[in-house]
């Protein structure tokens, strides 16, 4: 069988929603392509543990920093998870973890922005775990197994992160004015990072939706973000910075303005404010904990 | 460093099923590593790994009562944030009652919808 032969016959699996396993035939564009989408889901695990855990030794009760120490353990667990299954798909975790430290591979925008104050705190774990489940609750029917078995087993902890975000956001709202304005400020200035979140418009052709790699367009993923959480926030009276936001009865979508792209390509493309900050310190903790990976691998340390 | 597949079991009497893998030079280390990547949140009563490639199965050393932990870390589960659905919905009538919630058109089924504004 020649290669586009055995590629049609891969296509013709995924059309017919079969799964495919760690360790088939995949063909190149397919282990590519997952392998830079699940690599940069990875990436964003790890870098996004760091705007939450600045706040672990701040954070106002006992409580609170058992169960954010145990939201950031989560998420660099995620992030161990996933760098798991884009092994598989032929790169090292350790070529994976060093490409990222150098900046050259890319993590979600939202990572790139400082978490300035408990608000944020609150934001991130309703809005931003709540946007990013949206998103990985529609992997769980990707085409491919192992990313699914990952999902499976991070989608429950995002749903608790969830929970964990809204009780943070009811306590702020429900308390002093000044209380609900921490919590407003937030939401001015993370809703067009949010925004971003999502990725523009899907492409006509779109590689990752052929291959079902993704299985759903940007767009229809923040549509449901907007129908999920909007309402909630108006029911808090929390207003949102977008003019435009409308739920369009007569269209069953919501109106909302495009944010400013130029904006998102320039943090993606490691640029943002925090970005050479995040990346220094992942790459100084890589750097000064190499020993514990070569003891760990069984390697003696150098004389 | 070898890679080693991941099964759990839900119950007693379910079968070893498939959750994922770690990487580890041997199988003990492994077992830790599956345990704290795995079964940090009670999600199981059993755990094993296997060295891919290998028929052996290795079955972690903990039972129901100790996995996930004895302390109590209810803070890692869904179990901590039982009732937060319903202050949300404690919190939004007092919202309403205050005349700080936003009257926008809601999505057809959202449970706001059709409450009536605070006069």
């Known amino acids: ?303 | 460093m070898a890679v080693f597949d991941v099964f759990g079991k839900r119950t007693a009497d379910d079968d070893w099923t498939l959750v994922g893998g770690i990487t580890a030079p041997d199988p003990e280390m492994a077992l830790v590593l599956a345990k704290e990547t795995h079964f940090r949140h009670k999600e199981g009563v059993a755990y094993a790994v296997r060295r891919r490639g290998e028929e052996e199965l290795h079955v972690g050393p903990y039972d129901a009562g100790v996995l996930g932990g004895v302390t109590d870390h209810s803070y890692r589960r869904q179990e901590a944030y039982t009732g937060v659905g319903g202050r949300q919905k404690r919190v939004s009538r007092q919202i309403q009652e205050r005349g700080l919630r936003i009257d926008r058109p809601r999505p057809p089924g959202h449970p706001s919808r059709d409450t009536e504004p605070d006069g």
Not at chain 1, 208 to 220: A, D, H, Q, V, Y
Not at chain 1, 230 to 239: E, H, N
Not at chain 1, 246 to 251: S, T
């Open chain 1, 1 to 303: 069988m020649t290669y586009e032969e055995r590629t049609a016959e891969f296509k013709g699996r995924i059309a017919g929603g079969q799964k495919i396993e760690a360790g088939e035939w995949l063909p190149d564009d397919f282990r590519q392509a997952a392998l830079k989408f699940i690599e940069m889901h990875a990436n964003s695990e790890v870098m996004g543990a760091i705007p939450e855990g600045t706040w672990v030794p701040r954070a106002p009760t006992l409580k609170r920093k058992l169960s954010l120490t145990a939201k950031v353990q989560d998420e660099v667990g995620h992030g161990q998870i996933l760098y798991r299954v884009a092994e598989d798909l032929g790169k090292s975790r350790e070529q994976m973890f060093d490409d990222l430290v150098n900046g050259r591979t890319k993590f979600h925008n939202v990572f790139h922005y400082p978490a300035e104050t408990w608000g944020d705190v609150a934001y991130i774990g309703w809005l931003i775990d709540g946007a990013a489940l949206v998103n990985q609750k529609a992997l769980l029917d990707s085409s491919y197994l192992p990313y699914v078995r990952a999902m499976r087993r991070i989608c429950p902890e995002e749903s608790l992160h969830l929970r964990h975000g809204e009780e943070l956001v009811l306590e702020l709202v429900s308390g002093t004015p000044a209380q609900r304005e921490l919590f407003q400020d937030a939401v001015n200035r993370w809703w067009e990072p949010t925004m971003h979140f999502f990725g523009p418009p899907s492409k006509k052709r779109d590689m990752l939706l052929e291959w079902g790699i993704k299985t759903r367009s940007n767009e229809s993923l923040r549509q449901e973000f907007f129908t999920t959480y909007v309402p909630k926030l108006w029911d808090l009276g929390i207003s949102v910075p977008d003019p435009a936001l409308e739920w369009n009865e007569e269209k069953g979508e919501w109106d909302w303005s495009e944010p400013n792209w130029d904006e998102f390509w320039k943090v993606v493309g490691g640029n943002g404010p925090m970005t050479s900050v995040r990346l220094a310190q992942r790459k100084t903790v890589w750097d000064t904990h190499a020993w514990v990976r070569e003891a760990f691998a069984g390697i003696p340390a150098a004389a």
